[in-house]
């Protein structure tokens, strides 16, 4: 059984410390329920990267904005978030069918701070070992919960771990799962990396879990596998208007994607 991830209390910290903020971002009030002696521990070690926390935010609060956009149009949407963390979306936005996906432990530590009986919406969690199910095998098991309507498949902070084969796994299983979903994830540019997250690289390399899917094209893979993008935000952009601690000028190498199947009458986000 895996460990909870240092990377995953990386997340939660950023949250908490934005809903601690006199103007937070995201105001996830939720997050510091999660806090504890290993969320600290992930606190003195990423501490110092204030400029890579404010993206971490901003790219919360983009993909807030998109789910609450769909939520208030569809109110019976699917959301399913894959790899979902210490997410606490399904308690704090009205309306939507919710399943959470991601390792045993990391499920359990959630199920007793914030039991999923006690949400206002329908919300399932998924114990999934991802090291030993293959992701388009655990979505398969999902087809039936998008029957009746519109599934979003959410990878918040995932695909940069994943390698491009195992990237490409999980396009294919969220359509053969869910003809008519969306994808919301972001992605990550090799020359941004490169040039503004070698600090970042390092203190996770050391926590085992280096960056892996960083390409030249960061939406070709969806292009080559029937998806069509839908919008792209730039995460540093919108971190640079609300933080000043935000070195990277660039504005489209890091952005959170949403993407749409051929089939899918989703209407865009206005």
Request: overall charge negative; hydrophobic content about 40%.
């Amino acid at each position: 059984m895996n460990p909870i991830s240092t990377t995953a209390y990386w997340t939660l910290i950023a949250r908490i410390q934005d809903a601690e903020a006199a103007s937070p971002l995201c105001g996830d009030y939720l997050a510091k329920r999660f806090s504890s002696s290993e969320s600290e521990q992930a606190r003195a070690k990423f501490g110092q990267l204030e400029s890579a926390a404010a993206n971490i935010v901003a790219r919360h609060r983009i993909i807030d904005d998109y789910l609450a956009d769909r939520l208030r149009r569809d109110p019976s949407v699917l959301v399913v978030l894959l790899g979902a963390g210490f997410d606490t979306r399904a308690f704090r936005f009205g309306g939507g069918k919710w399943v959470e996906l991601d390792e045993n432990n990391i499920i359990a530590h959630k199920n007793a701070l914030l039991p999923a009986t006690q949400c206002p919406n329908p919300l399932t969690r998924i114990s999934v070992a991802f090291e030993r199910q293959p992701v388009e095998g655990v979505l398969s098991n999902l087809s039936g919960y998008g029957d009746s309507g519109a599934v979003i498949v959410v990878a918040e902070g995932v695909l940069l771990y994943l390698s491009e084969e195992q990237v490409e796994c999980l396009i294919n299983g969220v359509s053969a799962a869910f003809p008519n979903a969306s994808i919301v994830c972001d992605l990550m540019s090799a020359e941004f990396f490169d040039t503004y997250l070698r600090d970042v690289s390092e203190a996770v390399r050391d926590n085992q879990s280096p960056f892996r899917f960083l390409p030249k094209q960061p939406t070709a893979i969806f292009d080559r596998n029937g998806f069509t993008l839908e919008r792209c935000d730039s995460i540093p952009s919108r971190a640079r208007n609300d933080f000043t601690t935000v070195r990277a000028n660039a504005e489209c190498g890091y952005c959170v994607y949403s993407f749409f199947a051929a089939q899918t009458d989703h209407g865009s986000m206005q």
